[in-house]
């Protein structure tokens, strides 16, 4: 059996300012050679906050997406409401709903 390859691009990136905190955020392409999803792109965001004393912190969702127009979508909404990475999953439960 084969090693498992996935390879992570970032296809955009967006940092924004807001209240002395620093907000990155990341939409990913993946792509596997496993089988299930050989070749087939899936997209994930990351965000990234840094806080006006130098804390970090980040969350990722895992390619929750396999439409690069509903990705995109989603990535902006994320980016123009300032999402953090404490809400990410509650934003994800909604939208998966």
Do not use: C, H, W
Not at 62 to 88: C, H, M, Q, W
């Amino acid at each position: 059996m084969g090693k498992t390859v996935i390879t992570d691009t970032v296809i955009k990136r967006e940092v924004r300012e807001a209240d002395g905190a620093l907000y990155q955020y990341s939409l990913i392409v993946s792509e596997s050679n496993k089988v299930a999803s050989y070749k087939l792109p899936l997209y994930s965001i990351e965000i990234e906050m840094t806080d006006r004393d130098g804390n970090v912190t980040n969350a990722r969702t895992k390619e929750i997406f396999a439409d690069v127009g509903k990705a995109i979508s989603f990535y902006r909404r994320l980016s123009e409401n300032l999402a953090t990475p404490l809400n990410l999953p509650y934003i994800v439960e909604d939208e998966m709903q």
